[in-house]
C-alpha cells in the first residue's frame, strides 16, 4: 500500500507557526502535483495549499498571505509553512497528490489552534 507520511503537527496559540512535512514514495512525488489538505471537525475536507502540473501554486482564500507550500525535490518532500495561525486552521492536515487520489490518504497530522 502506498503511503504518504506527514508530520509537523502540534499544538500552538493562534499567531504562531508550524511547518508541516510530507514524505511521498519518488514514483508518486516526480510524476503528480502535490497538495496539502485539511479536514476540521464536521467539516469536508479542502485543499489549502497545492501545485499545478505547470509547477504553479494555488492557495484557498483563507490562508492566501499565510501559508506558503514548497518541495524538495531531492527529499521527495513537501512542505507547508503555516505563519500566523487562527483558532479556524484546527484540522488534521493532509497531503495528497492535486488533485487527490482516494487510495493515497494516509493519517494526516494533526493541528491545533488555542486562542
Known amino acids: 500500500q502506498v503511503q504518504l507520511v506527514e508530520s509537523g503537527g502540534g499544538a500552538v496559540q493562534a499567531g504562531g507557526s508550524l511547518r508541516l512535512s510530507c514524505i511521498a514514495p519518488?514514483?508518486?512525488?516526480?510524476?503528480?502535483?502535490m497538495g496539502w489538505y485539511r479536514q476540521a471537525p464536521g467539516k469536508e475536507r479542502e485543499l489549502v495549499a497545492g501545485?499545478?502540473?505547470?509547477?504553479?501554486?494555488n492557495y484557498a482564500d483563507s490562508v492566501k498571505g499565510r501559508f506558503t507550500i514548497s518541495k524538495d525535490n531531492a527529499k521527495n518532500t513537501v512542505y507547508l509553512q503555516m505563519n500566523s495561525l487562527k483558532v479556524d486552521d484546527t484540522a488534521v492536515y493532509y497531503c495528497?497528490?492535486?488533485?487527490?487520489?482516494?487510495?493515497?490518504w494516509g493519517q494526516g497530522t494533526q493541528v491545533t489552534i488555542s486562542p
Open positions: 495528497n497528490t492535486n488533485p487527490p487520489l482516494e487510495r493515497f
Open positions: 519518488r514514483t508518486i512525488f516526480r510524476f503528480n502535483a
Open positions: 501545485f499545478t502540473r505547470s509547477a504553479d501554486t
